[in-house]
Each structure stands twice: as structure tokens, then as C-alpha cells.
T-cell receptor, first 115, second 113 residues
Framework: AQTVTQSQPEMSVQEAETVTLSCTYD???????LFWYKQPPSRQMILVIR??????QNATENRFSVNFQKAAKSFSLKISDSQLGDAAMYFCAYRDGGATNKLIFGTGTLLAVQP | ETGVTQSPTHLIKTRGQQVTLRCSSQSGHNTVSWYQQALGQGPQFIFQYYREEENGRGNFPPRFSGLQFPNYSSELNVNALELDDSALYLC????????????FGSGTRLTVV
């Protein structure tokens, strides 16, 4: 069975600095997708960035980028120029390439941004 | 383009009762998934509906059931509520065949006392 592990329950970063959130996963599939979601106090899961396993190039969305290491099954999120609005719970998620859109989530990392 | 809407936002029920949670999917989306998020945990997949049929289920007992309607909205029903059912229930909609992730609602906070 696929699993997703986030080993950092909490992280803190100074405003304008860079922070990296870690995620590892386990799967025997070759076709899958990885996601980072942000969950602010409003509770809604917001997609931050996604990565297709078949793409070697790391995904980037403005200040957010990933370091996807397929052999190591690692998928870390880097937030550059951190802003106060980045403070939230961040979840790493996995989905295989099958018909079911089932997402498997990690336990999350609570990010605090210090002014 | 409307997002995913869930109702109610909060709910308190007594152990043994039944509850129905509702979800309106985003415009253009035809697949709905439900997740249970216990306090301090990541969401756990309950099931998914496509074309009004369940086409994927997580490790949840049969007392968790659902429906999808022709307009793609959905209901989650939980019978014989237990204290451990207290959680945030999230609905997510997507378009079948799309790999662009999902749109989540803000959830229903269910408390079982």
C-alpha cells in the first residue's frame, strides 16, 4: 500500500526567508502524481503545486518549487520569500495513475511565518 | 465559476444517530470524493462517486454511504454514529480523466457526543 510521510510536524520561517518542507512516499507504481496542498484556518484545501512522476523537471509555481527525487521517493516543497499569508498547514499527497482519484495524504506540517 | 460548497459547516450529533452531509461540486466537475480528517491528521479517503455510482472506496465500514445526483452534487450519510466519527469531512470535486488535482470545499465539522 502507498504511504506518505511528513516528518516535520512544525516549521517556522522568518518573513522573506526560504523554508523547505519534507515529504517521502512509498509506492511500487511507476505512474503517479504528487501534490502539495495548503490548509489555512478556513479549512479549505488549496492546491499549491503538483508533479507528474514521469516528468524529470521539478515543478515551479511562482515562489513555490519542488525537489522531486524519484529514486529516493522524496518530494520536498521550497517556499521562497515567505509571506505572512503562507502560514498554514501543508499536506503532501500522492495519487496513482488509476481510475480512482484517491489522494493519500501525509500528516501535515504546520508552518509559522514570523514577521 | 463556482467552487465546491458544503453544508452544514458545523453539526453536533448524539452517538447512535444518523447524519447527512451535502456537497455541491464545482461547475464542470463530474466526480466527487469524500474525505475524513480527524484532528491533527491528514484527510483519509472515504469514497468517490462518478456517474452516480461509487467507483472507489477507502477503509471505511458500510455505515458510511453516499449518493451522487444527476447534477453531480453528492451526499455523505453516516449511520449509527460513534464518538470516533467526530472529524472534519471534506468534499472534493474533479473532472474524470483530469490529472489537475481537485477542488476542495471548506468541510463540515461533525462532533459526536
Amino acid at each position: 500500500a502507498q504511504t506518505v510521510t511528513q516528518s516535520q510536524p512544525e516549521m517556522s520561517v522568518q518573513e522573506a526567508e526560504t523554508v523547505t518542507l519534507s515529504c517521502t512516499y512509498d509506492t511500487s507504481e511507476s505512474d503517479y502524481y504528487l501534490f502539495w496542498y495548503k490548509q489555512p484556518p478556513s479549512r479549505q484545501m488549496i492546491l499549491v503545486i503538483r508533479q507528474e512522476a514521469y516528468k524529470q523537471q521539478n515543478a515551479t509555481e511562482n515562489r513555490f518549487s519542488v525537489n522531486f527525487q524519484k529514486a529516493a521517493k522524496s518530494f520536498s516543497l521550497k517556499i521562497s520569500d515567505s509571506q505572512l499569508g503562507d502560514a498554514a498547514m501543508y499536506f503532501c499527497a500522492y495519487r496513482d495513475g488509476g481510475a480512482t482519484n484517491k489522494l493519500i495524504f501525509g500528516t501535515g506540517t504546520l508552518l509559522a511565518v514570523q514577521p | 465559476e463556482t467552487g465546491v460548497t458544503q453544508s452544514p459547516t458545523h453539526l453536533i450529533k448524539t452517538r447512535g444517530q444518523q447524519v447527512t452531509l451535502r456537497c455541491s461540486s464545482q461547475s464542470g466537475h463530474n466526480t466527487v470524493s469524500w474525505y475524513q480528517q480527524a484532528l491533527g491528521q491528514g484527510p483519509q479517503f472515504i469514497f468517490q462517486y462518478y456517474r452516480e455510482e461509487e467507483n472507489g472506496r477507502g477503509n471505511f465500514p458500510p455505515r458510511f454511504s453516499g449518493l451522487q445526483f444527476p447534477n453531480y452534487s453528492s451526499e455523505l450519510n453516516v449511520n449509527a454514529l460513534e464518538l470516533d466519527d467526530s472529524a472534519l469531512y471534506l468534499c472534493a470535486s474533479s473532472r474524470a480523466g483530469s490529472n489537475y488535482g481537485y477542488t476542495f470545499g471548506s468541510g463540515t465539522r461533525l462532533t459526536v457526543v
